[in-house]
Nanobody
């Protein structure tokens, strides 16, 4: 399985970006998808989760601003990010697994498959 992200870049606060992640290889058994990010000097954090039943989850920091979706025909995962803030600056990673990634609340475990990441910079 390969995951390749694109769509990162530099925007001003209040702007929008849409990240894409193209999955290739044997993806039929990947039922759980997520977007994770890591800011400099910080631990990775989950920002969007897509469950096997199609439900989604977002932590409070990005809820109502971020939206995860998947085009099954294209095997492409998206992250629409609106009203971006400087604290959203990070490397964003697409990730997938055939077992649940998110546990209770914001808890998540490291997925089996990660992309190489795409940089998002938000200036004030």
């Amino acid at each position: 399985v390969q995951l390749v992200e694109s769509g990162g870049g530099s925007v001003q606060a209040g702007g929008s970006l849409r990240l894409s992640c193209i999955a290739s290889g044997y993806t039929n058994n990947l039922y759980y998808w997520s977007w994770l990010r890591q800011a400099p000097g910080k631990e990775p954090e989950g920002v969007a989760f897509l469950e096997s039943d199609g439900s989604t989850y977002y932590p409070e920091a990005v809820e109502a601003r971020f939206a995860i979706s998947k085009d099954n025909a294209k095997t492409t995962l998206y992250l629409q990010m609106n009203n971006l803030k400087p604290e959203d600056t990070a490397i964003y990673y697409c990730a997938a697994d055939n077992h649940p990634i998110r546990g209770r609340g914001d808890y998540w475990r490291s997925p089996s498959y990660w992309g190489q990441g795409t940089q998002v910079n938000v200036s004030s």
